[in-house]
T-cell receptor, first 114, second 114 residues
Framework: NAGVTQTPKFRVLKTGQSMTLLCAQDMNHEYMYWYRQDPGMGLRLIHYSVGEGTTAKGEVPDGYNVSRLKKQNFLLGLESAAPSQTSVYFC?????????????FGEGSRLTVL | AQKITQTQPGMFVQEKEAVTLDCTYDTSDPSYGLFWYKQPSSGEMIFLIYQGSYDQQNATEGRYSLNFQKARKSANLVISASQLGDSAMYFCAMRDTGRRALTFGSGTRLQVQP
């Protein structure tokens, strides 16, 4: 089972460049999330989606855009990368039914902005 | 707004001993869920245990148990019989009922010594 897959795993950008991180899940989950992880700060929510065609802002949305055109995919875009966006990015998904609401995470994508 | 506090940046424990990782939370929601995740040095996020706010008994999963004290707003993770493979970062998190996203604490790095 693939679960949640993120591509690419590593990327180095120059300031001002753009890029897109792709997240794909094969568990038919309604909810999907993008987090960033920085040392000493845990994981912080960037954007999330409660279903196909919907997106919403999390705690740290500035500088990022997202799209959920297909239920299984959730894309995170950086239009003009900044050094402050150097981080490890995690995608996650969860089931919308009555359960614990456990998040299933991808392996993470390490982004460095020079 | 929800908040998770983990006051122990780092902890040491001897192999085969028990260890408690502290977590306190703050929320105005009457219904919420509390989670613990493990992040080994390889970087993936591994779900360990879940406690619902209305659960009468403390959650247990193998060597992991969650010491839930609702009045004190604490949800400490207890690992019994520590193993070398338990060395990792541990994150406490809380789910809000609306977005179903998780709010994470800053984490505790546990090192198990032989």
């Amino acid at each position: 089972n693939a679960g949640v897959t993120q591509t690419p795993k590593f990327r180095v950008l120059k300031t001002g460049q753009s890029m897109t991180l792709l997240c794909a899940q094969d568990m038919n989950h309604e909810y999907m999330y993008w987090y960033r992880q920085d040392p000493g700060m845990g994981l912080r929510l960037i954007h999330y989606s409660v279903g196909e065609g919907t997106t919403a802002k999390g705690e740290v949305p500035d500088g990022y855009n997202v799209s959920r055109l297909k239920k299984q995919n959730f894309l995170l875009g950086l239009e003009s990368a900044a050094p402050s966006q150097t981080s490890v990015y995690f995608c996650a998904s969860s089931y919308s039914g009555k359960n614990t609401g456990e998040l299933f995470f991808g392996e993470g994508s390490r982004l460095t902005v020079l | 707004a929800q908040k998770i506090t983990q006051t122990q940046p780092g902890m040491f424990v001897q192999e085969k001993e028990a260890v408690t990782l502290d977590c306190t939370y703050d929320t105005s929601d009457p219904s919420y869920g509390l989670f613990w995740y493990k992040q080994p040095s390889s970087g993936e996020m591994i779900f360990l245990i879940y406690q619902g706010s209305y659960d009468q008994q403390n959650a247990t999963e193998g060597r992991y148990s969650l010491n839930f004290q609702k009045a004190r707003k604490s949800a400490n993770l207890v690992i019994s019989a520590s193993q070398l493979g338990d060395s990792a970062m541990y994150f406490c998190a809380m789910r809000d009922t609306g977005r179903r996203a998780l709010t994470f604490g800053s984490g505790t790095r546990l090192q198990v010594q032989p």
